[in-house]
């Protein structure tokens, strides 16, 4: 009888650690992309699955998530999106596989590579790519969906929320809440969305003529991948101001958590002081104090969708129209009166 392929007799058959096997079959950094295409064509020659039993997957009709690296330890704002997906592809019998793609294999333009034999219906794309790797994954002609993040250079549709109309509520509640210094706070350069939410901001502040100082929208800089979204990732910006406007938008509520920390080291009050307003609305704008004033986005929701639209993709054969979810503002104790 034949034995059942295991990591440890590719890593024999390769003569390297089954450790580096390990790392190689779930997309993990710590070997070369050489190493790890050596280790995944083997396995596939081999018949070692690494997603499940052969016959279940084999059996299966299996949904391809591919996340960037960056976000392999994500417990905020897209666990939501993860949990809401899977569900709903095990409504359509679907099999959910999670593929999380280095930035050396993104970088290489290198696709997920699968066992032979499995049934991909589709991929979902969640994060944030390159243009160039998400062209390269449209190429493979398996159909596909970006769930959050949408993308101009490539034909993608994309599930996501309706950032442009999000960043006009905020920067509109603002000023009806009587603020004239207002900043921003988002890495516009990293993502779309973020880019998407500063230009809704611009818009509201233009239409009622209000010009606020430059120097408070810290948006980072070109060509850098930059999240702001801890305390220590915001503090170089933060550092370089001298004053501070009444109010900051902050394209996310982790930016917004970060944004409150560096004011109350400065000896500045939420909002007595200065106002924040966050983006996302997660589990934490509510447990914080003051709680966060935020925009609501319909994670959930977002996931249902993305399943059924990449299915219904997949069936026409082609390229569906986007689809944008309204956010909702959702008032706490964040903003403050003034004038």
Not at 34 to 52: D, F, I, Q
Not at 230 to 252: H, I, M, N
Request: a neutral charge; aromatic letters at 8%.
């Amino acid at each position: 009888m034949q034995r059942r392929p295991t990591m440890q007799r590719i890593a024999d058959q390769l003569g390297v650690s089954k450790n580096s096997v390990y790392l190689a079959l779930n997309a993990k950094p710590g070997v070369s992309e050489v190493l790890r295409e050596k280790v995944l064509e083997t396995a596939r020659s081999m018949g070692y699955y690494a997603y499940g039993e052969p016959e279940t997957v084999k059996r299966s009709k299996c949904l391809l998530t591919v996340i960037p690296e960056y976000l392999q330890n994500d417990a905020f704002f897209y666990a939501d999106v993860l949990w809401s997906l899977e569900a709903e592809a095990k409504k359509h019998g679907l099999l959910v596989i999670k593929h999380t793609v280095t930035r050396e294999a993104e970088r290489a333009l290198i696709p997920p590579a699968l066992p032979d034999g499995i049934n991909v219906v589709g991929f979902l794309a969640i994060g944030v790519f390159s243009e160039a790797y998400v062209t390269r994954l449209y190429r493979t002609k398996i159909p596909i969906v970006s769930v959050d993040i949408p993308y101009y250079e490539s034909p993608v549709c994309c599930v996501g929320a309706a950032n442009h109309a999000g960043g006009y509520t905020a920067a509109r509640h603002l000023i009806e809440k009587g603020h004239t210094d207002i900043g921003f706070a988002g890495p516009v350069y990293a993502a779309r969305t973020v880019y998407e939410r500063w230009s809704g901001f611009r818009q509201a502040l233009e239409e009622t003529g209000i010009s606020t100082d430059a120097a408070y929208n810290l948006i980072g800089q070109p060509g850098r991948f930059e999240l702001f979204d801890t305390q220590e990732a915001l503090g170089p910006s933060f550092e370089r101001l001298k004053t501070y406007p009444t109010a900051w938008f902050c394209a996310g509520d982790r930016i917004a958590l970060a944004m409150m920390n560096l004011l109350t080291l400065h000896g500045l009050r939420v909002p007595e002081d200065v106002s924040i307003l966050g983006f996302d609305d997660l589990a934490v704008a509510q447990m914080i104090l003051p709680r966060l004033t935020t925009l609501h986005v319909r994670r959930k929701h977002m996931g249902r969708l993305a399943v059924e639209h990449l299915l219904r993709c997949a069936e026409s054969h082609q390229t569906l129209a986007h689809i944008y979810l309204p956010c909702t503002l959702i008032e706490r104790d964040s903003v403050k009166l003034i004038g």
